[in-house]
């Protein structure tokens, strides 16, 4: 199994269902977290990042919404490199004591929200998502809006954003 789907797997044992990763909170955090400025940097710029679209909610876009640590998570991917998934199972990549610090199950949903306008963001995943429930969608240029409108997105909802790039120290 590929690292990410590693992790995966574990996280979809944990929730009942294979996770989609949506970034929650406003501002620069959420954004990058996504990768959607990625595809504006000659530097991280790649075939696969070329033409990213940001579909944004005012509220959680699905019921079924479970929230996650972000910074705790990256515990749990770089875990799967020292287990050997297929003899020592799942359970081995995380010690199950510390599963709570990564899905928090004592903090309630305004307790994420307090939790992602603190820090800039938290992490949180869906079984699904209706994107043509977004508030709003954001593009990197006026032809792929005029795609996402023949696809049936609501011009009103686009908007042709380009993220400043990060200047590299």
Known sequence: MAHFETAYA???ERTGFWP???SVGRGDWPV???GYDT???RRLATPETGNQVLFSWEREPHPGIVFSDYQAWHAVLNAVYWVDEESL???AIWPPGDVPRILAPWRDRAGWLRLARRRGGVQAVVPEMDLTSADA???R???TARRL???GFSGERIRVWRVPVERWG
């Open 89 to 91: 199972g799942l359970g």
């Open 149 to 151: 409108e023949r696809m």
């Open 137 to 139: 969608i954001s593009c």
């Open 10 to 12: 574990w996280l979809a």
């Open 20 to 22: 989609l990763f949506l």
């Open 32 to 34: 990058r977290m996504t």
């Open 141 to 143: 240029n006026a032809a």
């Open 39 to 41: 595809q504006f940097g």
